[in-house]
């Protein structure tokens, strides 16, 4: 679904970035992406989203390479930032039915799935108020339900949990199943480790630009420890050498 | 494309920027016949006190050119209305980061700029028309058009100058990253031009010659006059829009 072959990136004026970063997300994987801040998470996920382009190596999405062919990887691949900056002079529906019209959702399945997404959100009834009315929470509750409207094949989020509330992560983390349930696959960057281990079959981390571990969860995490314990372990270990 | 052109005219609306723009041009309209029709009304209010000081006022004569002579003063300050209002229009969405979702979306960068480009053409288009009517219908009513020569090639030649000047704006918003480096680089630019055309050389091939559409209405020179003017308006138009697509392909959002 996601293959990312020698990723490098590096920012103008600056030593962040990432280096020859290799990954491979199979359908029906949910793939954590772990590390530090500043660790190169986010710049990665920018990199597979067309945000930023790369100097060198390869991201294949669907088979497709990424740079010969973005509309058509855009197509299957939805991303959700770690800030949900939405158009806040429109409502919630409308801003639902701009995107709708970019990814030419016909109007019965976005009506459908925007109703089905909205109530598992609880959020159907705001939907016709300004997006400027929103808090944090309704906010990213919003740019999930437009990620999902043209039906994804690859999740990308950034730090998809802060802000939610414990029964809006409950729900994204059952559509996140289910996606994957269905044949699609997640990548995502996150803090919460607990989360991860628990919802993900496998693990990536990353240390100031650089892959440091990944594998499934199983081979990563060794029995009777858990994963914070080995990302301290394995952090701190790159960091002595 | 279309979706986004919906999405900013909803934004337009929402934040009140199209009613603002088109209530100032609604009021140049009306005013460039108003202060022509009020003129010999103030200054017969004014004659005695003039006369206090020395100055003998006499009868004046007003009539559709002294209106139209009203309308190529203002337009340029309904322009600068336009370019301040209009000024944060890409820039507002890099600092907001409100871009981001939608070129992930599968919308093209081209898409986006094409979009907006429509829209502010099309903006100063319609605005530059209902001011341009208005005048016209007022001036019409009162007196008579006819009096005024190469009436619409004046006003053509006025727009292809707006025109110009959002296509500089487009390009410092392709690459600027905030609203007052896109007024610099489009004042500069303009004030530059402006500048340049005190040359009588040089005049004869800048955009800025299109503003003095006065000289067209009194029949002082004729359309044929301005073609290396609008040439090279057209020419800089498009070279600010391949400019621009390119550099906002290349744009760290």
């Known amino acids: 679904m996601l293959i990312i072959n020698h990723l490098t990136k590096h920012y103008k004026g600056s030593s962040k970035g990432i280096s020859d970063l290799s990954l491979h997300v199979r359908p029906g994987d949910i793939y954590a992406f772990i590390g530090h801040n500043g660790a190169g998470k986010t710049t990665t996920l920018k990199c597979i989203a067309g945000i930023h382009d790369y100097e060198t190596g390869e991201i294949r999405i669907g088979g497709r390479n990424l740079r010969e062919n973005p509309l058509a990887c855009k197509q299957v691949t939805a991303y959700i930032p770690d800030n949900p900056d939405l158009y806040e002079y429109l409502t919630g529906i409308q801003y639902l039915n701009f995107i709708a019209d970019i990814f030419k959702v016909s109007a019965e399945g976005r009506k459908e799935r925007i109703k089905k997404y909205g109530d598992e959100f609880e959020i159907t009834a705001s939907l016709g108020d300004l997006i400027s009315s929103y808090s944090h929470g309704m906010k990213q509750k919003l740019a999930i339900i437009s990620a999902m409207l043209h039906e994804p094949k690859l999740l990308i989020l950034d730090e998809p949990f802060v802000g939610l509330d414990p029964k809006a992560a409950v729900v994204l983390k059952g559509m996140m199943r289910k996606l994957c349930d269905s044949g699609g696959a997640i990548f995502f960057s996150t803090h919460v480790l607990e989360v991860a281990e628990k919802l993900c079959n496998k693990v990536a981390m990353v240390k100031d630009g650089r892959l440091i571990a990944s594998g499934s969860m199983e081979e990563v995490v060794e029995q009777g420890r858990t994963l914070e314990s080995i990302f301290m372990e394995v952090v701190n270990d790159v960091g002595t050498d | ?253």
């Not at chain 2, 619409?152 to 000047?165: E, R």
């Not at chain 2, 559409?213 to 138009?237: C, E, F, T, W």
């Not at chain 2, 391949?242 to 760290?252: A, N």
Request: aromatic share 14%.
């Open chain 2, 1 to 253: 494309m279309n979706a986004f052109l919906k999405k900013e005219w909803m934004e337009w609306n929402r934040t009140g920027r199209s009613w603002i723009l088109m209530l100032v041009f609604v009021l140049f309209g009306i005013m460039n016949p108003a202060l022509a029709k009020l003129t010999p009304w103030l200054m017969e209010a004014l004659s005695d006190s003039l006369a206090d000081t020395g100055l003998v006022t006499t009868a004046v004569q007003v009539d559709a050119m002294t209106s139209w002579a009203q309308f190529y003063k203002n337009i340029p300050i309904g322009l600068i209305i336009f370019i301040l209002i209009v000024s944060g229009n890409f820039t507002a969405e890099y600092e907001k980061g409100t871009l981001i979702p939608v070129i992930t979306k599968g919308l093209s960068r081209w898409s986006v700029l094409a979009a907006k480009a429509v829209f502010l053409y099309g903006s100063w288009t319609v605005l530059y028309a209902v001011c341009f009517g208005i005048t016209y219908g007022y001036n019409a009513y009162f007196w008579d058009n006819g009096i005024a020569g190469n009436l619409f090639f004046a006003a053509a030649y006025t727009w292809v100058f707006g025109i110009w000047t959002v296509a500089l704006l487009i390009f410092f918003s392709a690459v600027s990253k905030s609203s007052s480096q896109v007024l610099l680089g489009t004042g500069g630019a303009a004030l530059g031009v402006y500048l340049l055309s005190v040359f009588p050389k040089l005049d004869a091939f800048l955009p800025a010659r299109l503003l003095r559409g006065l000289d067209l209405l009194q029949r002082a020179k004729s359309p044929g006059d301005y073609h290396a003017n609008i040439a090279a308006a057209g020419l800089m138009v498009l070279l600010c829009m391949v400019l621009s697509v390119g550099c906002f392909d290349r744009k760290q959002l």
